[in-house]
Each structure stands twice: as structure tokens, then as C-alpha cells.
């Protein structure tokens, strides 16, 4: 994926072939939390029922929470402080029915909760 710079989105980068005729695709952002995100927008652009978040700044739970994504078919997004605008936009349209949330209130506070709890069901 890359940033356009204008908009502040991401589109698809080109793959590059190998030398074994396979091909690499880089998935990136500004940061981990864009990072997160792209990688979300690329394998499920379209149907999200549930979602896995966890802090950007808590490498351990978002390793395990990753696990616990992929054993649910979703992909796992990293925030901070709160759903940046982005993340929020990306939810909408996903008919959300649950979230799981990876670390306690110390570390992801109640906002977020609060935040996923207006997107769940609309």
C-alpha cells in the first residue's frame, strides 16, 4: 500500500516479482497504528464482524492479540490514546457485532470501549 501524501490514504503498491516468479507486496504506513490499519484495509476491505485492537505502544499485547485475531479471521489494529479517524471510518461500514480489546484500562483506556460500543450493531 502506499500513502498519497494529498489525501492521507492508501492504495495498493505493486507487487515486485522474484527471482522464483513469486511476488512481494509491501504493506506500510507512518507509523505502526497506519501500518495496522493498511494491513486491515488489504485482507479485509470488505466484511468485518468482529475486530481486535490493541495499544501501539504494548508490543506484547498486540503479538498475542495477532494470534488471537487470525484464529478469528480478523486482522488485529493498533491505536493509541483513541480510534484515530481513520480507524473509526474503516469500522463504519463493517456491521460490527463484537470487539475484543487486548490489554486492561491501564493500557487501553475505557474511551476506546466506549468508541466500539457506538460502532457495534449500527
Known amino acids: 500500500m502506499q500513502l498519497s501524501p494529498q489525501t492521507g ?3 495498493a503498491a505493486p507487487t515486485t516479482p522474484t527471482s522464483t516468479g513469486s511476488s512481494v507486496q509491501r504493506l506500510y504506513g507512518r507509523n505502526q497504528i497506519d501500518t495496522s490499519l493498511a494491513i486491515a484495509k488489504a485482507e479485509y476491505p470488505n466484511k468485518v464482524s468482529n475486530v481486535v ?5 504494548n508490543y506484547t499485547d498486540a503479538l498475542v492479540g495477532s494470534v488471537y485475531a487470525a484464529n478469528h479471521n480478523t486482522s488485529i489494529i493498533l491505536v493509541d490514546g483513541s480510534l484515530s479517524d481513520q480507524v473509526v471510518n474503516y469500522l463504519k461500514g463493517k456491521k460490527l457485532t463484537g470487539a475484543t480489546i487486548f490489554g486492561g484500562e491501564a493500557v487501553v483506556i475505557k474511551g476506546i470501549e466506549q468508541q466500539l460500543g457506538q460502532l457495534i450493531g449500527k
Open 9 to 11: 490514504t492508501f492504495t
Open 53 to 57: 485492537l490493541a495499544i501501539a505502544d
